[in-house]
């Protein structure tokens, strides 16, 4: 079986995704900041995770942003979550939905994890809305 799709196609999909998502400030802030250690990270991420996972057809974006925040507070990657809340309001979850799945990550991978991700999230969700 062949394919038309080439990995530069999949790297700009995934470019136009992650700029969608975060805004193209961020990203193009973050890639303007890569050195040529960690560029081939950047291509990686925005190649595979948003160009080849996120633009599959099996969930939507909302879908997606709350999966993020879980395994986000899972993680401890806190970062990452700021960012991911950010996304998830692109992506029209809305704040209740982003508590919902806080509070569901509490349960599941400890509430020290989601405390913190509580924290970054109403920091992050008062910067974007001006609400909390």
């Known amino acids: 079986m062949t394919t038309d799709i080439t990995p530069g196609d999949t790297y700009e999909a995934g470019l136009e995704t992650r700029k969608a998502v975060l805004g193209a400030e961020h990203v193009e802030r973050s890639l303007a900041q890569v050195s040529e250690f960690s560029r081939p990270i950047q291509e990686l991420v925005t190649e595979y ?28 990657r806190n970062h990452e979550l700021g960012v ?43 910067e974007v809305t001006g609400d909390v």
């Open 49 to 76: 995770c948003w160009g080849a996972v996120w633009n599959r057809p099996g969930l939507d974006r909302r879908a997606r942003s709350l999966l993020n925040l879980a395994m986000l507070t899972a993680l401890n």
């Open 84 to 126: 991911h809340v950010k996304g998830a309001l692109t992506n029209g979850v809305t704040v209740e939905e982003i508590q919902e799945a806080l509070l569901q990550a509490a349960i599941y991978v400890g509430v020290p994890a989601a405390l913190e991700s509580f924290r970054v999230a109403e920091r992050v969700i008062g």
